[in-house]
């Protein structure tokens, strides 16, 4: 038989064909799929129950505020500069006092554990992993003490102000005695927002069953047999508390009508700056004037944050307040720009319009619903590379020098 001529025939295309090889872990195989948050965004939707992914990936009444929390960073474009050394770009810097590789703070995100059974503990070790922050939320569904004994993230406790005083300074005296860095209150939760993809599915935490919770169930049976073959998901926080740990199936916002205190006001924040002994930031600042105040009140940083457009719908996009708030009171507190961060390059964007650091919520979240905590430090990699990357190619080789200079607000400028 004539042997094959490579030169002459499809068995030489053969020989130039390069195979990749066959990844067998199967959560690799979906992370090679998963380029970017967006990407991971999609495999989350996939693996999640229809009622889990609309609880992380929805917000509030037409989710305008939701959407134009990412416009900002895409209406804004960078003025690139070239020619200059880039041969060496550090993207780290400090945050409340503390060095950090790149500033991204973990936000903080209630019921984690519906993503994966992992939850808030697959978070952490994955913050401390990357040398960032990570802030616990008051309704975490692991508790002040486990997630402090995971690993060695700094961790921030965020908390909800309950009516009961008593709780409140229970959850802080936790926090404090467990070593976390700093107090975060949320305080754009006057009500809960009517986030109306939840109030469609009366969707409760924990799920309840009915006829199609059941279905979503059978469809996306990995998640079904992670959920209901590892502990039950609480708020880990609040077991053996009057204003109930979830184990009942409730509304959130039944939740917070009945427990969280909705006359909290600025006496409020003195009295726990009184009581809380590290740095104090408030999340949930939407005005310059609100960041004047707490400015003058001494808080450490404050958080530009709508909650990630799960609140009030047609709040103002963080970013698009920045530099207002940055001139009003940059130096006198950190600011940190909380919603739509998707890429690093909005970490850039944020840091050149004067934060000093960003926070992100979903992104980690599409990451753990996608692949567990490997998504987690996945979605941490892609971040913390594409900031690098962003800053060689606008030749900016310091976050201390990035500024106003390195960008356009484009469409942007035109809204503030
Ligand atoms: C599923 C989910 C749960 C959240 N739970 C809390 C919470 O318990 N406390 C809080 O202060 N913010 C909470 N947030 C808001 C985040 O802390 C953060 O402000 C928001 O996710 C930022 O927007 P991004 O998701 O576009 O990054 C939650 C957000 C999501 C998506």
Redesign the pocket.
């Known amino acids: 038989m004539p042997s094959p001529d490579p030169g002459n025939s499809w068995f030489g295309s053969l020989r130039i064909l390069r195979f990749r090889r066959f990844e067998l872990s199967p959560t690799r195989r979906r992370l090679r799929r998963g380029v970017s948050v967006a990407d991971l965004r999609k495999i989350a939707r996939r693996r999640l129950p229809r009622g889990v992914f609309d ?3 929805g917000g509030a009444e037409d989710e305008i505020t ?1 959407r134009s ?2 416009q900002a960073f895409r209406d804004v474009t960078f003025k690139p500069r070239v020619l200059r050394d880039m041969s060496e770009v550090d993207t780290s810097s400090s945050l409340l006092g503390r060095p950090i590789p790149f500033p991204l703070v973990l ?6 554990r ?2 994966d059974p992992a939850g808030e503990l697959a978070v952490a070790r994955a913050a401390g992993r990357a040398g960032i922050p990570y ?1 616990l ?4 569904t692991r508790s002040i003490e486990e997630v402090a004994a995971a690993g060695p993230a700094d961790l921030w406790f ?1 908390l ?1 102000v309950f009516k009961d005083r008593g709780l409140v300074m229970d959850l802080i005296d936790r926090a404090s005695a467990s070593g976390y860095e700093a107090l ?1 209150v ?1 305080v ?2 006057a009500m809960l927002g009517k986030r109306e993809r939840d109030v469609r599915r009366g969707f409760t935490l924990p799920p309840k069953l009915g006829l199609s919770t059941i279905f979503d169930g059978i469809v996306h049976p990995a998640w079904t047999w992670k959920f209901v073959t590892s502990d039950p998901i609480v708020f880990a926080n609040l077991t053996g508390r009057t204003v109930g740990d979830g184990s009942e199936a409730i509304s959130l916002g039944e939740y917070f009508s009945t427990g969280l205190d909705s006359g909290l006001d600025w006496e409020d924040i003195e009295w726990l700056r009184d009581r809380w002994a590290g740095p104090l930031v408030l ?2 600042i939407q005005t310059v004037a609100d960041a004047v105040i707490a400015a003058d009140r001494g808080v450490d940083a404050i ?1 530009l ?6 609140q009030l719908d047609s709040a103002p996009a963080p970013l698009g307040l920045l530099p207002r708030v940055a001139d009003a009171v940059g130096g006198r507190t950190e600011i940190i720009c ?5 890429r690093g390059s909005d970490i850039v964007k944020a840091l050149a319009l004067g934060a000093t650091a960003c ?5 980690y ?1 599409y990451g753990l619903g996608a692949a567990g905590e490997t998504g987690v430090d996945h979605v941490l990699d892609i971040l913390a590379s594409d900031m690098r990357r962003t800053m060689a190619l606008i030749g900016c080789p310091t976050v201390k020098e990035l500024d106003r200079e390195y960008v356009d607000l484009g469409r942007g400028d035109r809204r503030l």
């Open positions: 609880y992380i990936d939701m929390n990412i936000a903080p995100t209630g019921f984690t519906i993503a802030s939320s008051t309704l975490g965020q909800y975060c949320t754009d939760t999340k949930g958080a944050s709508n909650h990630g457009g799960r909380d919603g739509g961060v998707r926070m992100a919520g979903r992104a979240l």
